[in-house]
């Protein structure tokens, strides 16, 4: 963690601007209590926030934690922002207790029973997870932490998918996430 810690610290993956697929999908939803899950700095905590949604954040660094607390303050507006490393696990979704959980940019397959039992029946799941690159030659970074083609689809196939897509080249978050990814925004039936 401390590798995240220094980058959050140094202004990396820090930007206040959430993300498009985000500010898309949220728009015809009716606040109520969200999750957001490795929030990093915050700021999709922030968005819902600012949006009237009661947010719990969580996040293993504890210095992405400290800015989204800051920022929050800042804002005035309240997120409920824990350090948590949800590897370990030393945060539990609580069951039926969300109305949305988003997930951007962090992939740990486990958790995946606990998002869907922690979304109530309507309850909405936003997320774009990094994509394996269809050219393995090409490929870098930890294959554990990235998503084959249709994954994400097909985890989520028994719920009401509203968006799905996945970017051919690499995604345009200003989030400085920069490869290719799967979006997937879905209702629990």
Avoid at 61 to 86: F, P
Avoid at 96 to 107: G, K, N, P
């Amino acid at each position: 963690m401390a590798d995240w810690d220094e980058r959050y610290r140094q202004g990396s993956h820090a930007t206040l601007e959430p993300n498009a697929l985000l500010v898309r999908a949220s728009e015809n939803l009716l606040p109520g209590r969200a999750l957001d899950i490795a929030c990093g700095a915050g700021r999709h905590a922030l968005f819902l926030a600012g949006r009237g949604w009661q947010v719990t954040a969580v996040d293993a660094s504890r210095v992405g934690i400290e800015i989204t607390r800051e920022r929050a303050r800042k804002l005035n507006v309240e997120v409920d922002a824990r350090v948590a490393d949800l590897e370990r696990g030393e945060f539990e979704i609580e069951r039926e207790a969300y109305d949305l959980i988003t997930v951007f940019y962090y992939l740990q397959r486990n958790l995946w029973p606990q998002i869907r039992a922690g979304l109530r029946s309507g309850g909405a799941l936003i997320a774009a997870i990094h994509l394996a690159d269809e050219d393995a030659e090409n490929e870098t970074g930890n294959p554990d932490f990235l998503l084959q083609p249709n994954e994400l689809r097909s985890e989520f196939s028994d719920w009401e998918i509203t968006h799905y897509h996945e970017t051919k080249l690499t995604d345009e978050d200003a989030g400085e996430h920069h490869r290719r990814t799967a979006e997937i925004v879905a209702r629990k039936p």
